[in-house]
């Protein structure tokens, strides 16, 4: 299948997303919009992706293409087609389908524990922790379910339509060029460097899969079934276990087929269009 991903600006692309993408057979195009590129159609593509972008409430002065994008999203939102959104790509989702976004209490930067909601259906351990750049938060939409939530916001993330459709504040796909892109060259959220919440420089660049944090995760694993024997992996850390942090710690191999249970997880799958049938 192949999948359109919605870039806003030069240092926020889409990490190991395309990684994760490429091991699972998927081909994609990056769409960068804030260098002028006219945002694709949507029927040109079996998935769309929108990616993190401006901090702030979104300004379709500063951003003329927001407007074109709006209506891009308003499209998959109507259609049978997955649709993701990460960071300031699912405030645009949470808001085109009718919730509140607005300015967070706290300002969140680095890596931070998410503790899955009861009633998640997103198919992830009960506590990890992920990396971390907002200011702005949404609320829940109508009819969506939560992903689950942090010390500082409540609400990481949602899905909707049974799954086809998702958004999440917090970001599974970082891995540390992605997070160093950020500190070079981004502005930071406001607020972020007066909060207890705000991460050091070496915290935020610490390589997720080095750390000794995988002890608690062995119990869920073999009772998820994701320490079941699994095909090999893709070369090179092509899944997600430098992105998402199991809260404690096992070996690199339940990281790893923790990562794979992750990438095959029913998310996307369940109840989405055909084309989805090789997730």
Known sequence: MHLHLLQHSPHQGPARLVDWLSSMGHSHTVFH???GETPPRLA?????????????????????????????IARALDSHKPLLGIGFGARLIAEALGAVVARGTQAETGWHRVTLAPESPLDLPEQFDAFMWHRE????????????????????????????????L?????????????????????G?????????????????SASCA????????????????????????????????PADACS????????????????????????????
Do not use: Y
């Open 252 to 279: 690199a191999d339940q990281s790893r087929a923790t990562a794979r249970q992750l990438s095959q997880s029913p998310t996307w799958r369940k109840r989405c269009s055909e084309c989805f049938s090789s997730w």
């Open 44 to 72: 040109d593509c079996d998935a769309l992706v929108v990616l993190d972008g401006p901090l702030g409430p979104a300004d379709d002065v500063a951003c003329p293409w927001l407007k074109g994008e709006r209506k891009l």
């Open 214 to 245: 995988w002890r608690r995760c062995s119990t869920a694993c073999s009772a998820s079934g994701c320490a079941r024997e699994q095909p090999a992996d893709p070369p090179q850390r092509s899944d997600m276990a430098s992105a998402i942090r």
């Open 33 to 35: 919009l804030d260098a």
């Open 137 to 168: 938060v949404f609320a829940l939409p109508d009819d969506a379910l939560p992903l689950g939530g942090s010390e500082a916001s409540p609400l990481q993330g949602f899905s909707w339509d049974a799954g086809r459709v998702l958004g999440l």
């Open 170 to 190: 917090c970001h599974l796909e970082a891995t540390p060029q992605s997070v160093n892109a950020l500190l070079e060259q981004g502005p930071t959220p406001d």
């Open 192 to 208: 972020a460097t007066r909060r207890l919440n705000a991460a050091s420089r070496e915290a935020m660049l610490a390589d997720p």
